[in-house]
């Protein structure tokens, strides 16, 4: 998530979306880039947010979203990358175990697993079965701007114009995951649980598999 109190905007950072891309480039260009406070994390969602800062009520918020089906491939390929630094003995995935072990053990368990990660990572995760819109909504009102990662650098530059900044051609990628086209990782149970799961996003968005 970051704030400019000066153009009065907030980006609502959804797990998995582009958001990494989106932080940096708010935090690069943006001279008053700040990160909200009171116990809110990089991917606290949009209720929260402006529960703790009620002013931000009234600034231009946006959010994006990704394809559920291509989301949890990447996930899951997060996790798989997560592991393996693990197992090297990284500094930064160690502090990561230590700091958060109820979200990053159980990802790192059924890494060599796709279709556990699924069918019970949902179950035993709560973030990995949170629907997107669940995090950018707060009661009755849904963020101003919903852009989509499959559209990233045009929808990027919607945000880009309120922000004052020129628009671009491309971003750079940040934390990109490495894997093939997610429709090769699913059988039928691992389909059907995450349309089951992710079936807000789904109406919402209009995503198929």
């Known amino acids: 998530m970051r704030v400019s109190d000066t153009h009065r905007v907030l980006f609502v950072h959804v797990q998995k979306t582009g958001g990494s891309t989106l932080d940096r480039m708010i935090d690069e ?9 009171g116990g809110c994390t990089r991917h606290t969602g949009f209720a929260r947010l402006i529960e703790v800062e009620p002013e ?9 979203v990704r394809n559920p089906f291509a989301r949890m491939v990447s996930w899951w390929s997060m996790a798989v990358r997560f592991g393996a630094r693990l ?9 990561k175990m230590r700091r958060h072990p109820e979200t990053w053990e159980p990802l790192v368990r059924y890494r060599d697993d796709f279709n556990r990660f699924v069918l019970e990572g949902t179950q035993e995760v709560p973030r990995l079965s949170m629907p997107q819109i669940s995090l950018l909504t707060a009661g009755e009102r849904r963020v101003d701007f919903v852009g989509r990662t499959e559209n990233l650098v045009a929808d990027a530059n919607v945000l880009r114009e309120r922000l004052g900044l020129e628009p671009v051609d491309e971003l750079p990628r940040r934390n990109p995951t490495s894997h ?3 429709s090769d990782y699913y059988d039928d149970a691992t389909r059907q649980r995450v349309a089951e799961v992710y079936a807000p996003d789904i109406e919402a ?3 198929t598999f």
């Open 180 to 182: 093939g086209h997610y």
């Open 56 to 64: 931000l009520a009234g600034y231009w918020s946006c959010g994006f």
């Open 87 to 95: 197992d090297a003995g990284g500094r930064v995935a160690k502090r």
């Open 29 to 37: 260009e943006v001279g008053d880039a700040r990160k909200v406070k």
């Open 205 to 207: 968005f209009g995503y």
